[in-house]
């Protein structure tokens, strides 16, 4: 394969059980440089174990996995020395202050100019005056902000981001918006897992839909759509298996509902 | 479906070719002429971790201990050993006040000795089980707490690494907050002498050598655990090669084919005083340590299980708790219990130390030692072990959730304490019949219940009551401590001493004075029976007491913890 062609990420079968319970179906996966993709689905649908997988933090129970050239299932340290990940629902470390636990990443990851780095990110989330306090006494966007501060430290140009947004405040939503469709720009590539499809619109240039362990659909965000006027949302119903006349009727089931029990 | 850029597609599982041959092939991925950056491995990674786990361990105790408690818990060690080291001319006999030949004759070195470092075996052994702490951290990193044990699920960071620099960690905390203290206290205790003309038999030469004896012992328990804990999460077949370990040393043991000092290295280097064997002691348990780690794998996969519903069919079972939220959370605590197979583990920890003391039990009436122990001397004891018991219920789960219930925290101690009770009483229960038919003490057997069903519901009241839901950090709370060790040394102290008022008191009164002339063959001449009934009395009155201030601990509970928020 030619090196420019080459994928950044791959894998091949990959597949995840836990017991008799199928997290991820089988899956081929081929992200090549310069893309931004999201993967998008119902909450329980097998989102973050694709990141997982993909990120050498869980073992596949099937397929291969590579990731830069580097097999992450034989050597998972490897991979995650050379890509950024922002997990879901982690907090960092309890008893360590922001500016700690960036340096304790930082030197893991031999970054240099440690000091200025994390003063930077430090500055760019705004966490100047939070960063003595403990982490465990940050609010839970704030959290999040030194959990994205981590991933970014050593400018990792693969970046692999579970729900990145969801307790930031609108202003570092678009902060860092701006800056992750700045580094797909430069050259950067990102895979983010969400069940914001707002999201999709706003960032992706290529999406998946998944549901059950399943990819249902993939493709540019426009291709997925039927016709100019379905929304997202829309088509989001319509492959994971509910009518849009359905999800109507539970919308107005349950606005009924709240009428009764107030009359 | 193939879109330039991005291909992704699913597959039926019957197009999977299971070929573990193929696992290493390269799938043709490219960095892109990224420079890509190895991993730090090895003394790099541990450099980089130890430190700051250092860190994050004092700030844990901080959280709880606060400040002024967590510098005074040091500072009440030392004291306590300073007044101990005064102490030792009563103990060793060297006292100017000794001066008859039977009072003389108390405790050799050599007992005093294994005294220290037997207790603190133990409790190395029960913080040593890092391969379990590590498994919990990764397990609840997604929780509200998160700690540098589970850093290995997202940084480049081995998992064997972080593991043998908590074990690294652990140790050297705790030679700083409790060995060097101990250290210091005796140190202090031997200045008196100059200073004061307080006599100490201690002399200044002995106190490095008690203090790295000290360090080996410790290092020794908290590698063996480490150890046992690596194994345990293996899986088979390793799961049983701990347990059969344990039973071989046992055995051994007991056909004495091991002296003490090969058993704890500590005590063998005090005794010996020789820098090689101590250098070659804490050697052998930084390579314990590093086989432990070489055991840890970096999996941190937390398995998704589906269960059959338990939480109402174990409400349904605990009808007899009435219809309050004690029942509820009592049957949560229990499905908790049940599904992180902590019960096991729990249930194992908890009846060691109850072999122990059967075993010293067979041993004491084996050898028919001339000590007035018997079963009303172990009664109580049986119920101490309820701490560890109460702690370990206290860590199941995070109780943050809590916070935004209809629900006091208070409720939550209680409740515990009633899992606690449910959980071991019968534990209890049957090692005090085993002891009553070991010792062939059927008669006072009555009694034992309800002592050791007294103390033990007291000194878990009494943990609650005073550490919460945190006992694991109280232990570093000075002022906690104070009162834990007054609340529980006393009634200990005075059950078990007139225990030997009870019993098979045909040794009692004289039992020093004729075990020192005539050896193992010591026979009764005298005893009151007078002394019999009182004691009996005063054993009873001291239970009951137990059992009302247990009940004076459960009311004040809602003033000490009533506007406390759920969290340990």
Known sequence: MVESLAPLVMAEDMAKKYGDFVALHPL???????????????????????????????????????????????????????????????????????????????????????????????????????????????????????????????????????????????????????????????????????????????????????????????????????????????????????????????????????????? | MNVPGVNVVSRDWDEVIDDQSMINRPLGTSAHEQQLHEPLRGWEAFSATFLVMFKEEGRKSLEFAKKRQMVLFPLLLALVTAITTIGLQFLVGDSSAQVSDIESKTFTWQ????????????????????????????????????????????????????????????????????????????????????????????EWSSVPWTWLAMIITLAQGLAIAFLASALWMRGRPFTIFGPLLVVALGIAIGLGKFDLSSILWGLGVQNTQNMLSALLALLACLIVGLISSALIIDDFDVSVVERTELFMPMYQRLGFLGKGEIRLIVAKEFVDLFRSGSIKKMTVSYAIPLLVLLGMAWLVDFSEAPIPINLLSYAPFLGFFGFNFYSWLTILDSPEFMNGLPLRVPQLIRAKVVVYFLATSWISLIFIVLMAWRLDEWGALPTSIIVMFANSIYIVALTAFLMGLRPNKAIFDASIMIWFWIGTVIPLLLLFLLSFTQGDVSLYGNWWERASQDGLAATASMYDQSMVEQGYIGMIAISVALIFASALLWKLMDRRWGHAEFSN
């Not at chain 1, 893991?108 to 100047?128: A, M, P, Y």
């Not at chain 1, 362990?213 to 039927?226: F, I, P, S, Y």
Request: one cysteine or more.
């Open chain 2, 111 to 202: 007992e005093l000795r294994f005294a220290l470092h037997l207790p603190l075996l133990m409790f190395s052994l029960g913080m040593g089980t890092f391969a379990f702490m590590g498994h919990d951290a990764i397990v609840q990193r997604a929780g509200t707490k998160n700690y540098l044990l589970a850093a290995p699920a997202l940084q480049p960071l081995p998992n064997s690494v972080a593991h043998f620099a908590y074990f690294i960690k652990d140790l050297c905390f705790y030679v700083v907050l409790i060995l060097s203290p101990v250290v210091a206290g005796m140190a202090i205790g031997i200045l008196l002498e100059s200073l004061a003309g307080i006599l100490t038999p201690l």
């Open chain 1, 28 to 263: 081929n996966v081929e992200v090549h440089a310069g893309e931004f993709f999201g993967v998008f689905g119902p909450n329980g649908a097998g989102k973050s174990t694709f990141i997982k997988l993909l990120t050498g933090q869980l073992r596949p129970s099937k397929g291969r996995i590579e990731v830069l050239g580097v097999n992450a299932v034989t050597d998972p340290q490897k991979v995650k020395a050379n890509i950024g990940i922002v997990p879901e629902s982690e907090s960092p470390p309890s008893f360590l202050t922001p500016v700690e636990f960036l340096e304790f990443v930082a030197k893991l990851r031999t970054v240099e100019n440690l000091s200025e780095q994390v003063k930077h990110w430090i500055d760019w989330f705004g966490l100047e005056e939070k960063r003595d306090t403990m982490c465990k006494d940050l609010s839970k966007g704030q959290r999040q902000k030194v959990m994205l501060a981590a991933a970014f430290i050593h400018k990792p140009k693969l970046l692999f981001l579970d729900e990145p947004f969801a307790n930031l405040d609108p202003i570092y939503q678009r902060k860092c918006r701006q800056w992750l469709l700045e580094h797909v720009k430069n050259g950067g590539t990102i895979f983010l897992c969400s069940h914001v499809l707002e999201m999709a619109e706003r960032m992706c240039n290529r999406m998946a839909i998944i549901n059950n362990g399943k990819v249902l659909a993939a493709g540019t965000v426009k291709g997925l759509k039927q016709s100019d006027e379905e929304t997202l949302e829309d088509v989001f119903i319509r492959l994971v298996g509910r009518s849009i006349e359905e999800v109507e009727r539970f919308s107005d089931e349950g606005v009924k509902d709240g009428d009764s029990e107030e009359e």
